[in-house]
């Protein structure tokens, strides 16, 4: 069973700080990798998706991918009241989800 | 487009009762994923195709659920008899090739 793990939450981080999100992963031939965010009550909606080692910086979001160590993490930086949300990671071409982390960014 | 399409928005239904879920995925794309959200065990893939084919169906829980794509614009995930313990919201989503999933808004079903 392929699996997709998720640091554990809830995360609390005061307004303007940085958000480090984690995600590890179990397959190996893993190409395709993304970050939702899910608001309570809501569907999930991409944020990042990154395929290749290394960093991808899209506006106060950073996603990192290290395939040989199986991890992708997401950085928000200057995080924001808005940002609070549970956050999900998704790996692959079958698109599993790890358990989400609730970030809530304190005004 | 309309985006994902999904129906009923809300079901409530009885224990024992036949459940049928639809999906109609944007417009060209060619896979088709059928998810359930709970708090206990977060979102999980049930079963998703591909060109019409399932491909992995081993999120499925058990001989009550079944899913079906007679075409590339609609899809059901049917669920006989309900049980309480199937109550959550169930998500579709749909994407061309290994590009993002878009999700759609969701169903969310109460058996009694």
Excluded at chain 2, 37 to 58: A, C, H, K, W
Aim: glycine share 6%; aromatic share 10%; with cysteine.
């Amino acid at each position: 069973q392929k699996e997709v793990e998720q640091n554990s939450g809830p995360l609390s981080v005061p307004e303007g700080a940085i958000a480090s999100l984690n995600c590890t992963y179990s397959d190996r031939v893993s190409q395709s990798f993304f970050w939702y965010r899910q608001y309570s009550g809501k569907s999930p909606e991409l944020i990042m998706s990154i395929y290749s080692n290394g960093d991808k910086e899209d506006g106060r979001f950073t996603a990192q991918l290290n395939k040989a160590s199986q991890y992708v993490s997401l950085l928000i930086r200057d995080s924001q009241p808005s940002d609070s949300a549970t956050y999900l990671c998704a790996v692959t071409n079958d698109m599993r989800f790890g358990a989400g982390t609730r970030l809530t960014v304190k005004p | 487009d309309a985006g994902v399409i999904q129906s009923p928005r809300h079901e409530v239904t009885e224990m024992g009762q036949e459940v049928t879920l639809r999906c109609k995925p944007i417009s060209g794309h060619n896979s088709l994923f059928w998810y359930r959200q709970t708090m206990m065990r977060g979102l999980e893939l049930l079963i998703y195709f591909n060109n019409n084919v399932p491909i992995d169906d081993s999120g499925m829980p058990e001989d009550r659920f079944s899913a079906k794509m007679p075409n590339a614009s609609f899809s059901t995930l049917k669920i006989q008899p309900s049980e309480p313990r199937d109550s959550a919201v169930y998500f579709c989503a749909s994407r061309f090739s290994s590009h993002e999933q878009f999700f759609g808004p969701g169903t969310r079903l109460t058996v009694l």
